[in-house]
């Protein structure tokens, strides 16, 4: 895999992020029902985690030499009550733990095959990835506490 080939990856993960913000920012509007005034402020707290994590992936396709996406083309619909949006961001979080999981994999695979410079960026990318990583856990561990709420 060549650096093209990284960035275009962690451009896709961009993208996903994206999706991301859509869906928080989208959900903290449209939420009903009796926990619409608790979990309104949360989805939209969300979704400001979800920007910074836009601005981050952003920085590091740029780092990489790349130009990152500035939005998200992929289909997303967002439901209305607190229980399938409450749902829906466990599997989108869940999603994130699988892939940038295999995508630490698959970074640490090409650490041989770089010079000291290029593989100090992938190393880079490696802990930007386990940080990546651990929000998602965090963020799973609260929806799911959530979830048996209801």
């Known amino acids: 895999m ?11 993960d961009l993208e996903n992020e994206w999706k991301h913000l859509t869906f928080y920012l989208k959900s903290s509007a449209v939420i009903r029902g009796v926990h619409r005034n608790h979990l309104s402020p949360f989805l939209f707290q969300q979704a400001q985690s979800e920007l910074e994590h ?5 920085k590091q396709v740029v780092a990489l030499g790349g130009s990152p996406v500035t939005a998200s083309t992929r289909e997303l619909l967002i439901p209305f009550y607190a229980e399938e949006i409450i749902d829906n961001a466990i599997v989108l979080e869940q999603e994130v733990v699988i892939t940038y999981t295999k995508r630490k994999r698959d970074l640490e695979a090409l650490l041989d095959n770089y010079d000291s410079k290029e593989s100090a960026k992938i190393q880079n990318l490696i802990l930007f990835y386990e940080e990546q990583i651990e929000d998602s856990h965090t963020d799973l561990n609260e929806l799911r506490e959530m979830a048996r709420g209801y």
């Open 2 to 12: 060549n650096f093209v080939e990284i960035v275009e990856l962690v451009n896709s």
């Open 54 to 58: 836009v601005l981050a992936f952003s």
